[in-house]
């Protein structure tokens, strides 16, 4: 079974760091792409950062260029996301998501497995 | 960057009803759409790829169409678990990848 497991949120200052972390099992987690995607409260879902299965190819959403860094270990199964300098509009529930793959190929752009989420608020 | 929309906003039916949830894209993104189903406090889901392929273990009731910028969700009879959030998304175009705001779907 497929598990996708999200820590390392919490309430954090504007200006702060966080770093979170995404423990996965079940598949073979150095084969797929690898995403972060958020949602605000109320708001829709937000694609934040993906990471290529060897860790090549990296990229992110405008509005987290040069504060966010997205890294995996394909020896622990993990994905991360260094956060910096957060801003209030960063709060929101973050998802780590698997890319998807079939027999002939693997995408990085559908997101077939999904965590449940850690909350990150940043508030003063 | 491609914008998707959704409508309606909200869907109100009856289990045993069928629902049509519409996403359109702001330029053409080929087939490369997908649909999602997000429930409070739960993991989003996907449903269909590529607009009309169903997801692994996803029901026969729920079928995808569309090309170019016109897409449809359909769920054929509504089940009680079905009332949720439906979210389109583009892969055709990115980074970044997006989201539409989507349909909630509740019980009338």
Known sequence: ?124 | EIVLTQSPATLSLSPGERATLSCRASQSVSSYLAWYQHKPGQAPRLLIYDASNRATGIPARFSGSGSGTDFTLTISSLEPEDFAVYYCQQRSSWPPFTFGPGTKVDIK
């Open chain 1, 1 to 124: 079974e497929v598990q996708l497991v999200e820590s390392g949120g919490g309430l954090v200052q504007p200006g702060g760091s966080l770093r979170l972390s995404c423990a996965a099992s079940g598949f073979t987690f150095s084969s797929y792409w690898m995403s972060w995607v958020r949602q605000a409260p109320g708001k829709e879902l937000e694609w934040v950062a993906n990471i290529k299965e060897d860790g090549t190819e990296k990229y992110y959403v405008d509005s987290v260029k040069g504060r966010f860094t997205i890294s995996r270990d394909n020896a622990k199964n993990s994905l991360y996301l260094q956060m910096n300098s957060l801003r209030a509009e960063d709060t929101a529930v973050y998802y780590c998501a698997t890319g998807y793959c079939n027999d002939d190929n693997c995408y990085a752009g559908i997101f077939d497995y999904w965590g449940q989420g850690t909350l990150v608020t940043v508030s003063s």
